[in-house]
């Protein structure tokens, strides 16, 4: 299977603030914007890996600077590291303010996606080439935080053989 570079998997799309898409405070709905980031995400995945692809996480979103209805927001998304079939999504969001053309990093986000066969198992995906220092950034870190990943799976399955399916009206 041919390695591919992070630019073969890059998504871009910038789009307005409407009233509907802010909370109040005035400022993007976070909720919107993890909406987009997943679907941005997974389009990047898809393309990677030329397979069906599912979300195996949402690794970290952090919201760094308000968003307001004077802004465009542009996302950025691109492969930034590869198991064997698993496929970790960075994505970057950047805010306009469209009067003064003053731009900044608004959020940042990565998640994992598990590359599917037609029998819906886990398949292999191709491995990432980086080429720009962003890139090149992001691919040497990417084995950390897959470790990370691991250990908070983990964790994660141990604290939710707490949990309960009771109906809580009962």
């Known amino acids: 299977m041919e390695a591919k570079t992070c630019n073969e998997s890059r998504v871009v799309r910038t789009s307005r603030i409407f009233p509907n ?30 397979k069906e692809c599912v979300t195996a996480s949402t ?30 999504v960075f994505v970057k969001i950047i805010a306009e303010n469209l009067k003064t053309g003053d731009r900044k ?10 590359a599917l066969d037609d029998h819906g198992k886990p398949t292999a995906v191709p491995k990432i080439i980086p080429e720009t220092e962003e890139e090149k950034k992001l691919y040497e870190t990417g084995h950390e935080r897959a470790e990370k990943r691991k250990l908070h799976r983990k964790s994660s399955r141990e604290l939710a053989s707490y949990f309960t399916t009771v109906k809580p009206w009962e």
């Open 105 to 114: 990093i608004a959020a940042t986000a990565f998640l994992t996606f598990v």
């Open 59 to 88: 690794d970290s979103v952090d919201f760094l600077s308000p968003i307001t209805p004077m802004d465009s927001v542009c996302f950025e998304s691109f492969v930034t590291w590869t198991g064997t079939s698993s496929i970790e």
């Open 21 to 50: 898409d802010v909370n109040n405070h005035n400022t993007l709905f976070g909720g919107k914007l993890m909406s987009d980031v997943d679907m941005l995400a997974s389009i990047s995945a898809t393309r990677h890996s030329r």
